[in-house]
């Protein structure tokens, strides 16, 4: 333990110095692990294989990927602070979804539990309607909204996930009674996507790139998109410049157990720095069409309060969390 | 006379379980909170509904074996219960020595308790038979497609 | 004719050697991981998605898509074989299929399943090339309303499993539709049946239940009753491939499930499993043999293993067309465009045609390759029943572990499954049929969750379900299956 502790120490040294190259033998993370808190395939464990792909051409050792799927990430999460405790080789991705399986599940296991290392990605989301619809801006949704919650019935995915949270961020921003949000959860993106483009619901809330084919060619009309400020490449007014003050993005992250010692956070940290402000994370990124949301240490905390402070007051809204 | 007291005996034992799982189901719904919603009908209505069902089905089967009906039939040849407490016991020790042993290990025993119970007294074949498979199984999966299988004692050796 | 011309020249695309081979690679893949249980085309896929990212994207795709065709091929074998369905959608072909082989008629019943599955496989490859407009707007006329309404027309096939005694049969029911339960509440997110295991939100995995009712259960049953234990199994009984009879008994099941899976794939919430329920019904309703059904009809093979094939070749329908997963497998497959950012739907055909267009046409290559690959090892397939039984069954065990444990790689769904097990021996034991309770599984979630969100659209109003006109008839077709057997027999009687 000793000495991995001064290895760990020099290591973070060298970061400081500056003295980190591709040849730099080895990450002093010796047999370093990610946990992707999802089955293969999903934006998590994308992320995570990427990830460690990225730290292991960098000289990480290991760097397998771990996949512990079920409940929104809890069962992920549950792992990680009772069985890594204090282990400075482990890494796990998480994001805005886990957090409100969190509070929906009712989880002993919370993220301020865990260290905090850097949000790294995100994706922002859009509003659709089916083309034919007769909503033409925002505002006619708001103003629907307003006059009858319950008359707009939107389609998305899982029950307190960032689509939900979204929907009723735009009823309270747009001053409708949150609690009488008629959102339909739909499992999958592609059965929702049915859902809005066979005209069966209001309108629809997703990840931009999911929809983003069928929002180009025409068959669904893309609202607004719920970034602070326009994204390049995307022709979609912002939710903000249209008088709904409200902006969310749908983050993933990268935290680590809890215990850790401020050497192995900072190993930790000085690595996935490393790794994110490398030219193969920013292939990864342009490849995957991933929004660069690169936030390390303790901003990052602050951030996961803030952002859980909002979301329970959501759900909690809603009526999905007591 | 026997068997036929076995019989009803079984085929209560059937209905009062499906009873209980019905107030199973019944108790934990009716602990749940229910968040506001459109569609009138809430998680509750079709737990109970099921509920419901199968203790009515529950009490149909019980009933109808307490008066001597047919209802649950055993007329088979009597179970060979060793046989299926090796099975059993192979799969409780799979399942609890897997992560610590590693996946080879763990299967080479299950194998062998499968195959004991099926009567098998040739050790030395089964043994290299379940070794073989269970490691072939394990190099195809681990490093064929990447599956995350617990390597356990022979982590390093393979 | 556009679509003929653009056929040709996928041929072109696929018929290079280099395609070919990915086509090759592509099924016998499949093949292998349809056998196991727990590991299908869906995580294969995700598995191979790193590895693929620097192949040819036409390559990578054609490779996709013979996996997905040729995991169900491989696990209508193990159905049929072993009682171990590889995959869910194989689930119903273990009813009969397992029966046929302990009669010595598995060889049978795998050609059936294998030329059956070319026939749906084909046929649907010819539908999704020529007729995919039609099935899209199909697809998109389903909303909740007209789902709920189908999932009721698909539970009346119960009625063709339930066995000789109604009271055990609903009673299996019952208690998939209690499994179902378990597991977070899609429309509100509370935990249902949970008892504070966060690892059971996620629910009870169709996998485990039919792996742990049939395999686990099966082979509890047998080491249980010394007399099975030592049976010796005759491979093959009669002639070794289908006979003139089974081949008169087999053509129209074929035709018949092909048009009930492939619509059922093209569905948003159809899925492979639904078809084949239905199918089943409907040959156990038309066959001039009801009596032989439960005791190993060749048409209760046939007709669910064309409808499972269909479906593959349905679901690729509104992913091409409208960039629309409808099944995991799919969902997975929209993942792998956007790895070589290429976007499915209407812009795909025109932007990427090559591609799609060598897609579709590797899809007829891969159901001539499964068909020439499969046909020929029938007969060593059968072979597999010559194990010794103490081996065989350590195989099936070890094999079924493995799958489920892979599932997420969780011990919990061991123990699932040991329970599970338990309950499925009981069940052989004491007679209950256990096909109804995986029809409850599937159902019942599905069932209850577009009730709900119907309901949820309407604000309360149940009237939808009639006021659709789709969905009124789906109900009254549902009634009529129930009602008409009634009146005819009333009718015979008087």
Redesign the interface.
């Known amino acids: 333990m000793k000495r991995r502790h001064v290895f760990v120490s020099l290591f973070a040294m060298a970061l400081a110095t500056g003295c980190f190259g591709m040849a730099a033998p080895a990450l002093a993370l010796d047999d370093l692990r990610i946990i992707a808190p999802a089955k293969p395939g999903g934006g998590w464990d994308q992320t995570a294989r990427s990830l460690s792909e990225v730290m292991a051409a960098m000289g990480a050792k290991g760097g397998t990927v771990e996949n512990v799927p079920g409940a929104g990430g809890t069962v992920g999460l549950a792992q990680l602070i009772d069985q890594e405790k204090g282990k400075g080789n482990v890494l796990m991705v998480n994001g805005l979804v886990m957090m409100g399986a969190i509070l929906t599940n009712k989880s002993p296991v919370t993220l301020d539990m865990t260290t905090p290392i850097a949000r790294l990605t995100g994706e922002y989301e859009v509003i659709v309607v089916p083309a034919a619809s007769e909503l033409k801006t925002v505002n006619d949704l708001v103003a629907k909204l307003k006059a009858d919650p319950g008359a707009v019935a939107f389609g998305g995915g899982s029950a307190g996930g960032t689509d939900h949270i979204l929907a009723g961020l735009i009823a309270k921003a747009a001053g409708a009674d949150v609690a009488k949000l008629n959102y339909v959860p739909f499992s999958g993106g592609g059965e929702a996507l049915a859902a809005v483009m066979g005209g069966h619901v209001v309108a629809g809330i997703s990840g931009y790139g999911e929809w983003a084919g069928q929002i180009k060619s025409g068959e669904l009309r893309a609202l607004a998109i719920s970034s602070p400020e326009r994204q390049a490449g995307i022709d979609i007014a912002t939710l903000k410049e249209q008088g709904v003050d409200v902006d969310l993005a749908n983050w993933r992250a990268i935290i680590a157990p809890p215990g850790l010692d401020d050497a192995q956070k900072n190993a930790l940290l000085g690595a996935v720095d490393a790794a994110v402000k490398s030219d193969a994370w920013k292939k990864v990124l342009t490849e995957k069409n991933w929004t660069d949301l690169y936030l390390p240490g303790d901003d990052f905390g602050k951030l996961v309060a803030a952002e859980n402070a909002r979301t329970t007051e959501i759900l909690k809204g809603i009526g999905l969390v007591q | 006379m026997n068997t036929k007291q076995t019989i009803a005996g079984a085929g209560l034992a059937i209905g009062l379980g499906l009873i209980a799982i019905a107030s199973v189901i019944g108790f934990d719904t009716m602990q749940m909170q229910v968040p506001p919603s459109y569609a009138r009908v809430g998680p509750q209505i079709f737990p109970y509904i099921i509920a419901i069902g199968l203790a009515a089905t529950g009490a149909h089967i019980a009933w109808k074996s307490y008066r001597g009906g047919d209802e649950v039939i055993d007329e088979v040849e009597p179970t060979d219960w060793k046989s299926v407490g090796i099975i059993v016991a192979g799969l409780i020790a799979h399942m609890n020595l897997l992560k610590p042993l590693g996946f080879v290990p763990a299967g080479v025993i299950l194998f062998l308790s499968v195959a004991f119970a099926f009567g098998s007294r040739r050790y030395g074949r089964d043994a290299i038979v379940g070794f073989l498979l269970v490691l072939l199984a394990y190099v195809g999966f681990t490093y064929g497609l990447g599956l995350q299988l617990p390597p356990g004692i022979l982590k390093g050796l393979l | 004719m556009d679509s003929f011309l653009a056929l040709m020249n996928g041929f072109a695309t696929a018929l290079t050697p280099i395609n070919l081979m990915w086509s090759l690679v592509g099924v016998t893949l499949g093949t292998l991981?349809g056998i196991l249980p727990g590991?299908g085309p869906?995580?294969?896929?995700?598995?191979?998605?790193?590895v693929t990212r620097n192949l040819d994207p036409t390559g990578a795709f054609i490779m996709f898509a013979g996996l997905y065709y040729g995991a169900m091929y491989g696990s209508s074998t193990t159905s049929i074989l072993l009682n171990t369905p590889g995959e869910s959608g194989s689930i119903m072909t273990a009813v009969e299929g397992n029966v046929m082989a302990k009669q010595g008629r598995g060889a049978a019943a795998l050609s059936t399943a294998a030329i059956g599955s070319f026939v749906a496989g084909t046929l649907g490859t010819l539908a999704l090339t020529f007729l995919a407009p039609i099935f899209v707007k199909l697809?998109?006329?389903?909303?909740?309303a007209e789902y709920f309404s189908l999932m009721i027309m698909a539970f009346t096939t119960v009625s063709a499993l339930l066995g000789a005694?109604i009271?055990?049969g609903?009673?299996a029911l019952?208690?998939g539709?209690?499994f179902g339960?378990v597991g977070?509440?899609?429309?509100?997110?509370?935990?249902?049946?949970v008892?504070g295991y966060?690892?059971l939100?996620?629910g009870i995995d169709i996998v485990v239940v039919a792996v742990g009712l049939f395999a686990?259960g099966e082979?509890?049953f047998?080491?249980?009753?010394?007399?099975l234990?030592?049976a010796e199994i005759l491979p093959i009984k009669g002639s070794l491939f289908m006979t003139r009879e089974e081949w008169r008994r087999s053509w129209k099941p074929w035709l018949r499930g092909t048009a009930l899976g492939f619509p059922f794939g093209a569905l948003?919430?159809g899925g492979t499993e639904i078809p084949t329920f239905l199918s089943y019904f409907l040959e156990k309703k038309l066959t001039k043999h009801p009596e032989e059904f439960g005791r190993g009809a060749i048409e209760g093979v046939a007709g669910p293993e064309a409808a499972n094939n269909a479906a593959v070749a349905g679901v690729l329908v509104?992913l091409l067309a409208?960039?629309?997963?409808?099944s995991?497998t799919?969902?997975?497959l929209l993942?792998a465009f956007?790895?070589y950012?290429l976007?499915?739907?209407?812009?795909?055909f025109s932007g990427s045609s090559t591609l799609v267009w060598g897609l579709i046409a590797s899809l007829y290559i891969g159901n001539v390759m499964l068909l020439v690959l499969n046909l020929p090892l029938v007969g060593l397939w059968v072979r597999l029943l010559s194990i010794?039984?103490?081996?065989l069954?350590?195989?099936i065990?070890?094999?079924s572990?493995?799958g489920v444990?892979?599932l997420?790689?969780?011990?919990f769904d061991?123990?699932l499954l040991?329970i599970v097990?338990?309950i499925g021996?009981?069940m052989r034991?004491?007679?209950f049929p256990v096909a109804p309770c995986i029809i409850g599984l599937i159902l019942?979630p599905l069932a209850?969750?577009q009730?709900?969100?119907a309901?949820?659209?309407s604000?309360?109003d149940p009237s939808v379900f009639v006021t659709h006109p789709l969905s009124a008839v789906l109900l009254a077709l549902a009634a009529a299956v129930i009602i008409v057997p009634i009146i005819l027999r009333r009718v015979k009687h008087v």
Do not use: C, K
């Open positions: 991981i590991i869906a995580l294969t896929i995700a598995l191979l998605l790193p697809a998109l006329l389903f909303g909740p005694s009271s055990r609903v009673a019952l208690l539709l209690a339960l977070t509440d899609i429309l509100t997110g509370q935990p249902r049946l008892f966060p690892s939100l996620r686990v082979a509890l047998m080491a249980s009753q010394s007399s234990r030592t948003p919430a509104p409208l960039g629309l997963p409808t995991a799919a969902a997975i993942a956007e790895q950012n976007q499915p739907g209407p812009l795909l010794p039984q103490p081996l069954y350590g195989g065990l070890v094999f572990t493995l444990y892979s997420s790689n969780s011990t061991l123990l040991f097990g338990i021996f009981l034991r004491h007679e019942g209850e969750a009730f709900r969100r309901l949820s659209i604000q309360g």
